[in-house]
């Protein structure tokens, strides 16, 4: 039975956690007469939990190799790992320039070398929780990253994608830090702020209302479906 649109969403919003409880009903009961929509909901939720256990009872950097005194977190050790990539990146740059220079300096050759751009570091932080103090964090962790990797030669991406009770992140009237999204989004041009749409739905779905984002925001049809699909196209993916 191929599977209409309708149905795929419902299935993603399964996923996400983001059904209501007629519509999961309604699913389940799908569930049982339909074995190929079956298989397709429990690879999405299977995809889902590998998402989220994939940065799950990791060790912790020993506090020598932090770079400034920073309060530890369960997740800023990825940020650190993830800066130090771009380092690295930055460093093998210079040498690649700086080899390439002396062997064009010993052997003249007739055709000047191709210049190699750096690989660009690419980094999505999934929020699906709310506290002041964890946006708070994750803010000063995003400011921090974008401005140690403003140097040539250490291009970096970063997008916050939200979802479940992480969108408080991103509704106008709730969020702690309209003004410092602001100024993120307007001072720097790679960082993105991205909305889950199923969670949205749901929201305006049982409180009848509509839900205002901050004008910064964009919305992606699903929070874990945009997590997968950035981890498959490489970028670093580091659950808040």
Known sequence: MKTP????????SF??????IDDRELLLTLLDLDADLNRQVWELRKLKDMVELSYQELPQLPESIEKTP???????????????????????????????AAHQAAVPAPVAAAEVAPTETRILLHLTHYSRDIADELLNEVEYLLR???????????????NGRGLDLLRANVTDFPDRIRRLHDEFGNVTFAACNNTLQRLQRETGETIVLV???????????EAIQRQRQGWVYIDV
């Open 5 to 12: 649109p309708s149905s795929y969403e419902m299935m993603v």
């Open 15 to 20: 996923a996400d956690g983001e059904l209501d």
């Open 70 to 100: 920073r309060r530890a977190t369960g997740w800023g050790w990825q940020l650190a790992t993830a800066l130090s990539v771009a380092a690295l990146t930055f460093v093998s740059y210079l040498l690649f320039v700086a080899n390439g």
């Open 148 to 162: 140690e990797n403003r140097t040539p030669g250490r291009p970096i991406r970063i997008e916050v994608v939200v």
């Open 215 to 225: 004008p910064e925001a964009v919305i992606v049809n699903s929070g874990v479906v």
